[in-house]
Every structure is written in C-alpha cells, then in structure tokens.
C-alpha cells in the first residue's frame, strides 16, 4: 500500500515538473509583452512588470500592417479547415465502410507514405506550383487539403469509423440508403468527437504553420500572422517587447480553440482505435 502511494506521488511530482517546463515560456511570454524593452532581459528576472505597458499591443497592431495579416491567416485556415474535415472524412469512409479490391493495399502504402519527412517533397512540390503559375498565392497552401486531407487524419478517422458497427450500414441499405446517405446520416453524427480532433489538429497546424507561407509567398500583402511575427525582428536588433505582445495576440485564439474543444479532443483520442 506504501509502495503504491509512492509511486503514485512520483508520478504527480512528474507530470507537475514536466507541466512547469511547459508552462514557463507561455508565462514568460505574457510578462513580456507587457514590460517595457529594459525591463525584459533584466538580471535577475522579473516576474511582475512595474508597470503594465498595455499599449505594448496597440502599438504592435499598427506597426505591421496585422489586420491585413490577420485576414489572410483566416481565409487560409477557414479554406484548409474545411478541405481536410471533408476530403479526410470521405477518405476514411471509404477506406472502412466500402470493400473494392485492393483495398487494405492502398491503405498500406498510404500509411508508409507518413515516413517520408517533408523535406523530400518539399522542393518538388514548390516546382510544380511555380510551374502551374501558382506561386504567391494561397493555392499551395489550400489546395492540398482538398486531396486527401492528411495521412494522419485519415488514419484517426478510419480506426475510429472501424468501432462503428457495420450493422448500423446493413439496417441502411435494407431501409433503401446509399453509401453517400450513410456517410452523411450515420457516420458523421457518430463521429463528431473524432472530426473535433481532426478540426484541432488542423487549425492549430494551419494557423501556426511558417514554413509553407515562408516557401509560397512573397508580397507583403499576402503575409500571414506567422510571417508576420518576423517583421519585429531586424538583422541587428529585435522590438522584443512588440514581438512578444504580437506573439500573444497571436496564440490566444489557439488556446480559446483548444479550451473550447479540450473535452471532444480526450473524448476522441481515447475512443480511437479501439477496434483495428
């Protein structure tokens, strides 16, 4: 009984020293974007700014043009958010609901697709885009969630569709129903914590994503939040007391999304792959 109290107290001194590691740079980040640029980097640290320097954030706003970045970001994130939610879901569906031939094959070179790291395509994928005329656009960075959605995500949606059972889909056809009435009537309204997870995962990767705008886009105009961010930063010295009040204006809407939705992402991940 005393060894398991023991144990038991490890693991939460554990998961309380790990939870400090994580919290630390976020409140570093909050202090800091309400200090004042000398009091920043003093030595020894302060915790509490004297005083709170709020216009940190007003001042951030109209330095770079962010109302301008701010709408790019949302038509790129509200566009690829709607393209993975329905290219991955019907991808899932028919990779568990639907027997053709081949089947569990495709599958399988799918899944061995995700060990490829990006690197691989990446320059390939920016020739074909240039190519095509695309380059500077949103194109690059919307189009492809119309095709597939992610690997990953067809991947949770599939095990988690797979703890649905098929009689549901038997009871659909006798009462006369197609694949399509299914997916959309059945699977869907079952699946709604699953999609959650999917819908998360992918704002948060295409609101915070900095590679793909770094890689497509050139004009200013164009800019998202991320790339945004880099203009506080010169090529000898940094507004680091705008750059952490931007850097917070910008991470608060990832965790309104992620408070909001924390109960259907645990509920999601713990009822996936129940059943292989």
Partial sequence: MRESRLKLAAGYVALLIISVMFIVPFVWLLRSSVMDLSQIFIMPPEWLPRPFHFDNFKNAMTVVPFGAFFKNT??????????????????????????WKGRDMVFAILMSAMM???????????LGWKTLGFYDTFYPLIVPAYFGGGIFNIFLLRQFYLTIPQD?????FVDGANY????????????????????????????????????YLKSDSRFTLALGLQMFQGSYTAQWDLLMAASAAV???????????????????TLTGLKG
Avoid at 117 to 124: D, F, Q, S
Avoid at 196 to 202: K, N
Avoid at 251 to 269: A, D, N, S, T
């Fill in 74 to 99: 949302l038509i790129i994130v509200v566009s690829v958010l709607l393209g993975t939610v329905v290219s991955s879901t019907v991808a899932a569906f028919g990779f568990s609901r639907i027997r």
């Fill in 116 to 126: 490829l790291p990006g690197a691989v395509t990446l320059i390939p994928s920016f």
């Fill in 168 to 172: 549901f889909d038997e009871a659909a």
């Fill in 180 to 215: 399509f009435q299914i997916y959309w009537r059945i699977l869907l309204p079952l699946s709604r914590s699953a999609v959650i997870v999917v819908a998360l995962f992918t704002f948060l990767g295409s609101w915070n994503d900095f590679m793909g705008p770094l890689i």
């Fill in 251 to 269: 991470v608060l809407p990832c965790v309104v999304v992620f408070l909001v939705g924390q109960r259907y992402f645990l509920e999601g991940i």
